[in-house]
């Protein structure tokens, strides 16, 4: 039995979802908050250095993702994990297929309360065991079997709003952030380019320039331009430009004969 309090790190880049899950911690004594991360580096840091006993975990943070920093620690230097989401639909069915809690935005007060109860119960008994072979086979199993994002989650004013993938027409890299083109908006989402392909069927979205993704169902017409590049119309008029670095893997997926 450890009667000390449990020293919680909370790392997620919404502020209003740090201050909620502070101001529920703060309220039990059971818990002695060590500290806040704002993204996946920052929160490896600081599980390795300050070692808490559990973290509040984002799943979708910048620089590296919620499954990321797990892997970056390393099972066997774990702390008790309870992920925090807006609903990212394959990370919620593997969460429960491994028996791992979250907890979905916006939070709800009597879901949180169960949640640190259930994890007081864990760090008490001394069962800590349990959660780190869950989540290794949580990172086992999507290791093996890819999962790709059937819905964005957009993050904007203070609001959470979704967006399916196939509603995409185009991606346009700006700097670390990504505008989404559908034919109603541009939100923008805080990732890499190269973050947001890894996320996406290849067979459905492809890169076909260094900032550019296309969703291939859109592509109306390609027109050949001077030094083995094309230009992309998509079925609302966009015009893109396919650069010879990405022509040849985009025309094996056509089936386009070079």
């Not at 008994?125 to 869950?134: A, F, L, P, V």
């Not at 939100?187 to 890169?207: C, G, H, I, N, Y």
Request: glycine share 4%; net charge neutral; proline share 4%.
């Amino acid at each position: 039995m450890k009667n000390r309090p449990i020293r919680a790190l909370i790392a997620d880049d919404e502020a209003l979802a740090r201050k909620f899950i502070r101001r529920m911690l703060e309220d039990d004594r059971d818990f002695e908050i060590i500290g806040e991360c704002t993204n996946g580096k920052e929160t490896v840091a600081m599980i390795k250095k300050e070692k808490p006993d559990i973290v509040f975990l984002d799943v979708q943070m910048p620089e590296m993702d919620g499954l990321a920093v797990l892997e970056s620690i390393g099972i066997e230097w774990l702390p008790e994990i309870i992920f925090t989401t807006a609903y990212e639909q394959y990370a919620i069915r593997a969460f429960e297929l491994h028996a791992l809690d979250y907890l979905l935005k916006p939070f709800d007060q009597a879901r949180f309360k169960d949640a640190i109860e259930y994890a007081k119960e864990r760090f008490r008994s001394e069962r800590q065991e349990d959660g780190r072979m869950q989540i290794s086979a949580l990172l086992e199993n999507i290791k093996n079997k890819p999962q790709y994002l059937e819905r964005l989650v957009i993050k904007a004013g203070g609001r959470i709003t979704f967006l399916r993938t196939e509603e995409i027409n185009w991606i346009e890299a700006d700097d670390k952030y990504v505008h989404l083109h559908t034919s109603k908006a541009r939100p923008m989402v805080r990732q890499t380019l190269s973050a947001m392909e890894a996320q996406l069927d290849p067979a459905k979205f492809r890169r076909v320039h260094r900032s550019t993704i296309v969703n291939i169902e859109r592509i109306a017409e390609l027109q050949p331009l001077f030094s083995g590049e094309y230009s992309i119309l998509l079925q609302d008029g966009t015009k893109l430009t396919l650069s010879r670095n990405y022509r040849d893997k985009l025309f094996e997926l056509l089936g386009k004969p070079l």
